[in-house]
């Protein structure tokens, strides 16, 4: 437990903004938006680096953040100007950020292990003390998302997906965090109800969670991955099972 833990929180965490987030993007048509981000992201944690600085300082932080704002607000003028290939220029500033990253750790000896850790994660490796600022972060970013949605248009929307992306890819890894983002969004696509919804995204993020860190610790398997594949495997078994119980009562009402 003192492994399992953490990571569990930090799972809990990053679920608590990316399943409300994920059905938002979902709804959008800008799948590809968190990944785009949190490149952004991890590009400013690796120039951070790159400058010698700490690697769990204060300005660490700042560099990704600041990387991810001026991502975020380069997007919406996009989204803006030119909607129609808006998801063609997320996937664009994807290539561009990850290339970048690639080209800043090429002199790097422990590039390639710096880019598995932005890729992947090291959620087994993550303490309660590196959970704390990103609660605060989640916890701001939750207040905004349920109390101000209505007036979150714009860069509004862009900024806070900003921040909750950035405070979650350094504790799990690009691949998780897309990972909680989508895959609950879409097993849940077709309730219409949004309280709903949301619940039963909140159940497969969990379930997957659990059931991924229970695996690659028992397997001794790299727990970022096996997570990813588990939240597929429970998106599917809701899809195939709970869904239908669910919707059931409607059928039923219709054609009485």
């Not at 600085?53 to 300005?59: K, S």
């Not at 704390?132 to 862009?158: E, H, K, Q, S």
């Amino acid at each position: 437990m003192s492994i399992i833990g953490p990571a569990l929180l930090a799972s809990l965490l990053v679920l608590s903004t990316h399943v409300p987030l994920g059905t938002e993007v979902l709804r959008r048509g800008i799948i590809f938006i968190d990944l785009a981000i949190a490149q952004v992201a991890g590009l400013g944690v690796i120039a951070a680096d790159s400058m010698g600085w700490e690697a769990e300082g204060l300005m660490v932080q700042v560099a990704a953040v600041s990387a991810a704002l001026i991502a975020a607000f380069i997007l919406h003028l996009t989204d803006k100007r030119w909607p129609q290939i808006q998801e063609a220029l997320i996937g664009v500033s994807f290539i561009l950020a990850a290339t970048a990253g690639i080209l800043l750790l090429a002199g790097n000896p422990h590039g390639g292990e710096h880019l598995k850790e932005l890729l992947v994660g090291q959620i087994l490796w993550v303490n309660y003390e590196q959970l704390a600022p990103v609660a605060i972060v989640n916890t701001l970013v939750l207040l905004a998302w349920y109390f101000m949605r209505d007036r979150l248009r714009g860069f509004g929307f862009y900024a806070v997906f900003a921040f909750a992306v950035t405070a979650s890819v350094q504790l799990v890894g690009i691949y998780l965090v897309f990972a909680c983002l989508i895959i609950p969004a879409l097993a849940t696509r077709h309730i219409d109800r949004r309280g709903l919804r949301i619940l039963c995204g909140y159940g497969v993020g969990v379930a997957g969670c659990l059931a991924g860190l229970a695996l690659s610790v028992s397997a001794d398997l790299p727990a970022g991955a096996v997570i990813v594949w588990c939240l597929a495997v429970f998106a599917l078994l809701f899809a195939w099972l709970a869904w239908p119980m669910i919707r059931r009562p409607d059928v039923t009402n219709s054609d009485t």
